[in-house]
């Protein structure tokens, strides 16, 4: 995926202490490897669906997915007046 045909990737917020940005491939699938191991005991259920009862390699590929799923939908209100104090 280049910049040219999702320009998002190329999108980044920084402040001194904060970075917002897209994840890369190499993260997503770091993330994935995270999620494959587990975040939580499995005898315990804190999410709506039962991902944890997932293979592990199941639980991965839904984690990436997920993500995926939620680049959709940006709304930008009031930005125009805010460019010159952030230097544009």
Same mark, same amino acid.
């Given at each position: ?5 999702? &320009?998002?990737? !190329?999108? $980044?917020?920084?402040?001194? =202490? ?5 994840p +890369? ?6 993330t !994935?490897d995270?999620?494959?191991?587990g $975040?939580?005991d ?8 039962p991902?944890? +009862?997932?293979?592990?390699a199941e639980r991965? =590929?839904?984690? /990436?997915?997920?993500?995926? =799923?939620q680049? /959709?939908? /940006?709304?930008? =209100?009031?930005?125009a &007046?805010?460019?010159p104090?952030? !230097? /544009?």
């Amino acid at each position: 995926m280049t910049l040219t045909h999702w &320009p998002l990737y !190329g999108l $980044v917020l920084r402040t001194p =202490r904060l970075e917002l940005r897209l994840p +890369d491939l190499r993260e997503s699938d770091a993330t !994935g490897d995270l999620a494959a191991e587990g $975040v939580h005991d499995p005898a315990t259920m804190p999410f709506l669906t039962p991902w944890t +009862d997932a293979p592990p390699a199941e639980r991965a =590929r839904a984690h /990436v997915q997920f993500h995926w =799923r939620q680049l /959709v939908d /940006v709304e930008i =209100r009031g930005l125009a &007046p805010c460019l010159p104090f952030f !230097g /544009v």
